[in-house]
Nanobody
Framework: QVQLVESGGGLVQAGGSLRLSCAASGRTFSNSAMGWFRQAPGKGRDFVAVISWSGGRTYYADSVKGRFTISRDNAKNTVYLQMPSLKPEDTGVYYC?????????????????????WGQGTQVAVSS
């Protein structure tokens, strides 16, 4: 049984930092792309970042590009999202997702349907 478990969310003030982790179990994702999405209250699930299996290819949403950093440790089957300089508009539930394919420039990685496995989410709240 495949499981993705997110952790590291919380309540921080604007300008603060958080590091989210997503631990995968049930299978190895060392040959798969993994990503992060977020969902603000009353809104849809939006793409945040994605990373290839080697870590050599990453893509970010424009809203977080230059601020957030996605990384992974395949030995630990874990993906991370470093989030410094947080803003109130970063508030939402953050979801980890894994695809059954690697990441390419032509991949439809911004669409939730491209991913095959999802975690339960971790709440991030940024106060102004």
């Amino acid at each position: 049984q495949v499981q993705l478990v997110e952790s590291g969310g919380g309540l921080v003030q604007a300008g603060g930092s958080l590091r989210l982790s997503c631990a995968a179990s049930g299978r190895t994702f060392s040959n798969s792309a993994m990503g992060w999405f977020r969902q603000a209250p009353g809104k849809g699930r939006d793409f945040v970042a994605v990373i290839s299996w080697s870590g050599g290819r990453t893509y970010y949403a424009d809203s977080v590009k230059g601020r957030f950093t996605i990384s992974r440790d395949n030995a630990k089957n874990t993906v991370y999202l470093q989030m410094p300089s947080l803003k109130p508009e970063d508030t939402g539930v953050y979801y980890c997702a894994a695809a059954e394919t690697n990441l390419y420039s032509s991949s439809d990685y911004q669409q939730p349907r491209w991913y095959n496995y999802w975690g339960q989410g971790t709440q991030v709240a940024v106060s102004s």
